[in-house]
């Protein structure tokens, strides 16, 4: 198997960080998204939404969705449990996976297209949506800052896939993409401080 990426993304970040969680190592090929080399005949046949992080099976299976893939291995390797192990952890993981999507990823993204001097090539930027965005990301560390409040890690008392998907999605928002927490997110802060320090944040 081979797994197409491109580290520093937000997207391809989560697997690596997953994996890193798991203790998985897995052979990687790094795709220039910059020069879209991701986006030509060969890559568009293994991904037609061509977007990457890509997980190719030695039988020539694809699969992408960053999700999908750290799934996939969750099937084969299920220790640590980063999905949960019952109903109800499932459950709230699946949850908090969902909201970080909807809630901090999509708005933080529509920053990054809409906002950002590096994608303007890319499409007919309209600022007024990145500053609506801006709003909404907002909204969205409010969220996980209310739940960390209560919690240790996002959907619980542990680490788990949605503290990895979180940390992508945070340190993208707040670094490149230029959306910071307000300082009084305390408890953003801590967790966030917390899983930056653990090894699996360099991976
Ligand atoms: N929902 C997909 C998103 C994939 C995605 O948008 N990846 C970005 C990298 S963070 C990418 O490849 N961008 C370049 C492009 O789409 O051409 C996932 O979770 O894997």
Request: net charge negative; aromatic share 8%; charged share 20%.
């Amino acid at each position: 198997m081979i797994l197409y990426t491109y580290p520093t993304g937000p997207n391809p970040r989560r697997v690596h960080i997953y994996l890193a969680e798991k203790g998985i190592q897995v052979p990687c090929e790094t795709v220039d998204i910059l020069t879209r080399r991701n986006r030509e005949p060969d890559f568009l046949a293994r991904n037609p939404t061509g977007g990457l992080p890509i997980l190719e099976l030695d039988d020539g299976t694809c699969i992408s969705e960053s999700l999908a893939i750290c799934r996939y291995f969750e099937a084969l390797h299920p220790d640590p449990p980063l999905f949960g192990t019952d109903a109800k952890s499932q459950a709230m993981i699946e949850m908090w996976l969902r909201r970080i999507e909807l809630n901090v990823m999509v708005p933080i993204g529509m920053v990054w297209v809409h906002g950002h001097r590096l994608t303007a090539k890319l499409i007919k930027q309209i600022p007024e949506a990145a500053e609506q965005n801006r709003v909404r990301a907002a909204l969205g560390y409010k969220l996980l800052d209310d739940q960390l409040a209560q919690t240790a890690f996002i959907a619980g008392d542990t680490y788990t896939a949605a503290d990895a998907v979180a940390l992508a999605t945070l340190d993208f928002g707040t670094g490149l993409v230029g959306v910071p927490y307000e300082d009084s997110l305390t408890d953003l802060k801590r967790w966030h401080d917390a899983v930056s320090a653990r090894p699996s944040a360099s991976a």
